[in-house]
């Protein structure tokens, strides 16, 4: 038995149809989207943290460095004060 509904009926099941496709292809690229962010989120954490590294050991490096300049300045001032021979020969 056909009703005066049956094709308004169908039509309502058509649309509820697309409607359904049409959110579970936004759900997936929502779902593709949130992995790239995530490979991406992680990648740059890696890079962060090798770079937190580089630059620790570069401030360790310049501290180093630093120090050695610190050392043979006292050394030349003392020496220059004392102007002892041994320091005249060390330091030409």
């Not at 308004?8 to 058509?14: A, C, L, T, Y």
């Not at 990648?43 to 630093?66: A, P, Q, S, V």
Request: charged share 30%; aromatic share 6%; hydrophobic share 35%.
């Amino acid at each position: 038995m056909k009703t005066k509904f049956e094709q308004h009926s169908q039509s309502g099941k058509d649309i509820v149809s697309e409607i359904r496709q049409i959110i579970d292809s936004a759900y997936d690229q929502a779902q593709q989207l949130k992995t790239q962010k995530a490979v991406a989120k992680l990648e740059l954490y890696d890079k962060l943290e090798c770079t937190e590294g580089k630059l620790l050991f570069l401030t360790l490096e310049i501290e180093d460095k630093i120090q050695q300049m610190v050392e043979d300045v006292e050394k030349k001032v003392s020496c220059f004060r004392g102007t002892s021979v041994a320091c005249t020969e060390g330091t030409q």
